[in-house]
Nanobody, 117 residues
Framework: QVQLVESGGGLVQPGGSLRLSCAAS????????MRWYRQAPGKERELVAF????????SYAESMKGRFTISRDNAKNTVYLQMNSLKPEGAAVYYC??????????WGQGAQVTVSS
């Protein structure tokens, strides 16, 4: 059974940091590129970051460049998102997914990030 479990969300002050994790199971993790997405209330889900299957290639949405870092540990079947200098507009539910996306429009439960003083 394919499963993605996001964790590490929480409440952080503007300018603070959080590290999200996404534990994958049910497929050969090291064969798949991964992405992080986020969805704020009332908005569509948007792409945050991408990492290739071996971690050698990474890319970010323009507004996250220089502040967010995506990484992965294929031995642990886990992808991470280090978020620094968080802004209030970064408050959202953060999700990971593989490429190609898991069939059946599957998404994990997400990790809630709240940015507030």
């Amino acid at each position: 059974q394919v499963q993605l479990v996001e964790s590490g969300g929480g409440l952080v002050q503007p300018g603070g940091s959080l590290r999200l994790s996404c534990a994958a199971s049910g497929f050969t993790f090291s064969n798949y590129a991964m992405r992080w997405y986020r969805q704020a209330p009332g908005k569509e889900r948007e792409l945050v970051a991408f990492i290739s299957s071996n971690g050698g290639s990474r890319s970010y949405a323009e507004s996250m460049k220089g502040r967010f870092t995506i990484s992965r540990d294929n031995a642990k079947n886990t992808v991470y998102l280090q978020m620094n200098s968080l802004k209030p507009e970064g408050a959202a539910v953060y999700y990971c997914n593989r490429i190609p996306q898991i069939a059946g429009n599957y998404w994990g439960q997400g990790a809630q990030v709240t940015v507030s003083s």
